[in-house]
């Protein structure tokens, strides 16, 4: 086991009608922006929740935070934090306006060029205290440290970590979620599925809570995946299905382990050349990867195969193979597709995107596995 250091001080609150708690989590003094995104929070009763909540508070709204969220737009939302002496962040949304509100609350007291922060994470030693209301299970930025900006005008989409993005408090009432359409829903399960995988993919490594913690939450999200398809304003299955995606990625699932990250790293690629969204790159490109470094993942694919998808026979490398079909197959009952055709991204990307990942001079996965080249072998595959 890896060392490590977990602290995770983000306080949840969870439940039908939590929304009503802003009143009281948030000090009467503070100053509050409150970000959202296109207007699903002003068509589902959301916003008029929060409104409600805050009527005995300052507050100002931002709006048009949009998916895979801009740089542009957030330094927009700065610059009116900062004319109107904002001192605490509330992002209402899912994980686009989470992020961008992080990233807003480090800009506003920065002084120098605010993309530097994203470049250079440790250049971020002040911020502004923010919160969440949770609209759309998916990435678990309303409790973790992380976060991922675009810059459409340089085609860039880069994550960024500081122990300052953790919010002081996320609300998750289950029923906020009950107005997404299939297409977030499918993405949700998928994100959420991957970044357990990202965690859990790599060798035995000895850790046995943190793999049947993994697996616990593998098999939740597939018993709920399947279920939220066609019950999503059931409140237990959306309750679970809430509760996985905050788990996979709030550091409980990471302790001590090797990770991998490689799908996410090169499916960033997808976004911002492609315009695909989130989850879809990494329906796309998983497959592929594991098909490409099976002889890499071969031991911990077996575990997986017996211990998620109940495969009991056959050779390592058959379990192996059966594992990496039931994932795919996952995620296309999840509604996704699992090849770059079928976006019709041509094949000549393969060499566009390898061109970009080897200027960078980047290795991505457990032990730098994915290379520049192998990347590129990893696209091909997708194809
Ligand atoms: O903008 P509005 O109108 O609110 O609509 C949104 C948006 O169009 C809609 N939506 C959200 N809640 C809804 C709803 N529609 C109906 N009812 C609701 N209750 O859903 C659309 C997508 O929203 P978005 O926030 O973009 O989705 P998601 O939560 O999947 O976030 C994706 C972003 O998070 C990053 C991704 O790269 C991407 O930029 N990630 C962030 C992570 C993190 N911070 O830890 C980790 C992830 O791996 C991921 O990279
Ligand atoms: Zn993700």
Redesign the pocket.
């Known amino acids: 086991m890896n060392n490590f250091t977990f602290e995770n001080p983000t306080k949840l609150i969870f439940g039908k009608g939590s929304i009503a708690r802003l009143a009281t989590e948030i000090e009467k003094n503070r100053r509050i922006l409150i970000c ?6 002003k068509r ?1 009763g ?1 916003y008029q929740q929060v409104k409600e909540a805050l009527k005995d508070h300052y507050t100002l709204e931002f709006w048009g ?5 801009d740089y542009d737009t957030a330094m927009k939302a700065v610059e009116l934090a900062r004319t109107n002496q904002i001192d605490f962040l509330l992002a209402v ?7 961008a509100v992080k990233f807003i609350a480090h800009a506003i007291p920065y002084e120098g060029d605010a993309w530097d922060l994203i470049k250079d994470n440790s250049l971020i030693c002040r911020s502004t205290p923010l919160a969440t209301v949770l ?2 299970p ?4 309303e409790m ?1 440290h ?3 900006l ?1 810059r459409r005008s340089t085609l860039e ?1 880069v ?1 960024f970590i500081t122990p300052y993005s953790f919010p002081v408090f996320s609300i998750l009432d289950p029923e ?2 009950y ?3 299939q297409r ?1 829903l499918s ?2 399960v998928v ?1 959420a599925f991957m ?1 357990t995988m990202e965690q859990y993919m790599t060798y035995p490594d000895h850790n046995i809570l943190m793999d049947r913690w993994a697996e616990g939450l593998l098999m939740s999200l597939i018993e709920t995946g399947e279920r939220i398809m066609s019950q999503h304003h059931d409140y237990d299955t959306m309750a679970n299905f809430m509760l996985c995606a905050s788990m996979a ?1 709030n550091g409980f699932a990471g302790m001590g382990v090797p990770q991998d990250w490689a799908t ?1 790293r090169i499916g ?1 690629e997808l ?1 911002i050349l492609f315009g695909l ?3 879809q790159t990494l329906a796309v490109i998983y497959p592929a990867l594991l098909r490409v470094l099976k002889k890499h993942k071969r031991d911990k694919l077996a575990q997986y195969a017996e211990r998620v998808w109940n495969v009991h026979t056959g050779s390592t490398d058959e379990k192996a193979d059966i594992a990496i079909e039931k994932t795919e197959s996952f995620f296309r009952q999840m509604g996704l597709r699992t090849r770059m055709s079928e976006y019709e991204i041509p094949a000549e990307a393969v060499d566009i995107i390898y061109n970009r990942i080897k200027t960078r001079g980047v290795s991505y996965g457990e032990n730098l596995l994915v290379t520049p080249e192998v990347a590129r072998e990893i696209y091909k595959n997708a194809l």
């Open positions: 959202f995104g296109g207007g699903s929070a589902n959301v935070i949009e998916p895979n969220p949304g899912g994980g686009s306006v989470i992020d609209t759309l998916a990435t678990g930025s973790n992380r976060g991922v675009s989409k994550s906020t979620a107005s997404l359409p977030q993405n949700g994100d970044h990625l996410h960033y976004t969204d989130h989850a």
